[in-house]
């Protein structure tokens, strides 16, 4: 049974640009997803996922409800088991890079009663660069704060996170993920729920992280948004569909793949995608 | 008894003045060693909350049960009489409530079993085998088992030195493990997935916490007992969240309220021996913890339910003057609202308390903290006026009301839970570019002009 999806998968995917793959040394991509499957209490989650992320670029992963989107990222960053498969973050595997990866886990993963401060959540970024038995000093505070300020928080440093907003936290968490200062980011639905101000500051960090010349990993579920906000998109439902510019795979065709039978939300887009572009 | 007769009896009040100046060395020892550990269980305590492992205490202590009356039997079997040392004792409580620690995380992984099942499923287990146990140890010939009784229900005052240094020890190390590994262990408690992302192995941090708590509830057994050892670790964490919102304060408050609880428990015991020293420190944890949580200053009920109040009063001041306000801005007309015009005029108070559907009390309370305030003067029977101060209040409050209702209107996607209206401003949630585009937009002439209201007023409140 197994067999005939995966070759029924094969059948539907568009070629990944592996030529290119082949010229750059491995060091220099970002990201490489090989053959990984995924599966939780026998069940496959993600089957066979192949992906190569450019350099620099943002990148959306687009898919429904259940289709696997985080648990990709949670795979890649080793959270989850990996059933088959690997992953190469600039070429090594991430227990060897994780200095170099920056993650934003769903708002809704944590207890936003916990009794610390914006700025002690920031500075959990760094609790790995401060190592062991040693207090957050001066340096990682202003570190942290700068970060806060990135994301325009940093009137809210010593604001308690329970009193903060939706936004305001969501903020906070990709302010600790960008302490950390690192080459390659994965943010899980930092777009979920959060007032316009949020949405704003937060494209304009994705934007800037791209041009310092990182390269950034977006779950993302509002579709109207994907074209506008990012360079590259992966279509994932356990599967992965499709996978490149947005311009190219960003498509009605491949949407319908990837939503199947939802096709009221895909009417509506591609009749907005119908439109000439004003930008 | 009465007090008067406590005290009046004089070997009570010499005890009572031995205890309070440690004039015995075993009085200081158990005190010293004691206190530790009160320190450290509120400590690991703190962790253990924030973890949402609080239960975990309870499992613990009843799981060493059946670890103590095995111990007791093997020992004796093999060597009679050495049933009753303090380290064997220990030694089967740690090893029964390390297993039963293992067991509902092994359930809670390996099954679709919910925590909380989990731990009292564990918890019966151990207990009943315990139970079951001891009544066999009771049958055997030695086993008086006074001595294992202790366990169940703590013997603080009764202490000898040995195992005061050995609770002393262990609690000091528990102290500087919790502190050397403290950021560690928020970030465990906090935010589980990001640490295992950034590398920390969770399960090895999470053991940790575990070995801490099975530790401290141990050396608890001996002072206050297995049903009330885990108040020992939880009262003191709970008490401290109501005053603070830190992570650190809240620890060393925590560890502060236990080292105390224990410290009076100790003292009080020793001047009234017919007291049970596990009950005195768990009930003086637990007059510290109401204390807490009715005058704690972040969350505690009574400083909440003030800013409650003040809140209201707040809004009921901002409510009337803007009532004032607009009661007069039809007759000076919009532009000419200038602080100095809104004191001319005379306001009816009848006329103003059908502005808006204010209860009748309610009203003639709101005037009278106004006036106390030096914002309303009474001009005539049910006349006032603005005082210079409440019309320039007057005039923000309206300002402010304006412009979120504008805002409000035309920026339907804003997060609903951003709007304050209490809080002093708009000023605070958009920055200062909204601010003046929202003005622009209003056709506010000046930067702190008063815009005209988007809808009609007065139509509602009649």
Known sequence: ?279 | MSASALLADDSLWELFSRAISLRDYNTRVVLAGTTMLGISGGLVGAFLILRKRALAADVVSHAALPGIALAFLLAERFSPGSGRSTGVLLLGAFVTGLLGMAMTLAIRSWTRIKDDAALAVVLGLFFGVGTALFTVVQKTKTGNVAGLRDFVFGKTASLVAADVWLIGGISVAVIVLCGGVFKELSLLCFDEEFAAARGYRTTMLDGLLTLMAVTVTLIGLQSVGLLLVVALLLIPPTAARFWTNDLKIMSILAAVIGGVSCAGGVVLSSSFPRLAAGAVIVLTGSVLFLVSLVFGKERGLFPRWRSQRQFEQRIGRSDLLRACYELLEPILGSDETTPESLTIYEIDALVLSVTRQWPRGRFHGLIATAVRDGLLVLSSKDGYHLTLRGAEEARDAVRRHRLWEIYLLTQTDLDPRLVDRGADGIEHVLDPDQLAELERRLGGESPHGVPPSPHPIGASGT
């Open chain 1, 1 to 279: 049974m197994s067999t005939s999806v995966v070759v029924d998968h094969e059948a539907m995917q568009e070629p990944l640009p592996r030529p290119v793959a082949a010229q750059s040394p491995a060091s220099m991509v970002p990201l490489l997803i090989e053959d990984v499957t995924v599966a939780y209490h026998r069940r496959p989650v993600l089957w066979n996922i192949d992906y190569q992320a450019p350099s620099g670029k943002l990148i959306a992963i687009v898919g429904p409800n259940g289709s696997g989107k985080t648990t990709l990222i949670k795979a890649t960053l080793d959270l989850v088991p990996r059933a088959a498969g690997q992953v190469l973050i600039f070429g090594e595997p991430y227990s060897q890079q994780r200095h170099r990866v920056g993650y934003v886990p769903q708002r809704t993963s944590v207890d936003w009663d916990f009794p610390v401060s914006a700025l002690d959540v920031v500075a959990m970024g760094m609790y790995r660069k401060i190592g062991w038995l040693r207090r957050v000093s001066r340096k990682y505070r202003e570190a942290a704060r700068q970060s806060l300020d990135r994301v325009g928080m940093a009137d809210f440093a010593d604001r308690q996170i329970n009193q903060l907003s939706g936004g305001q936290q969501q903020r906070v968490f990709l302010a600790r993920a960008l302490a950390q200062n690192a080459d390659l980011y994965f943010m899980d639905e930092p777009f979920a729920g959060v007032d316009a101000s949020t949405e704003r500051a937060i494209v304009e960090v994705l934007r800037s992280l791209r041009e310092s010349g990182k390269t950034v990993i977006v779950v993302h579920h509002d579709l109207q948004t994907v074209d506008e906000y990012f360079d590259e998109v992966v279509l994932l439902n356990m599967r992965l569909i499709a996978a490149g510019p947005t311009a190219e795979v960003f498509t009605p065709e491949n949407l319908r793949k990837t939503y199947g039978g939802k096709l009221a939300l895909l009417d509506q887009l591609s009749e907005k995608m119908a439109q000439p572009r004003s930008r």
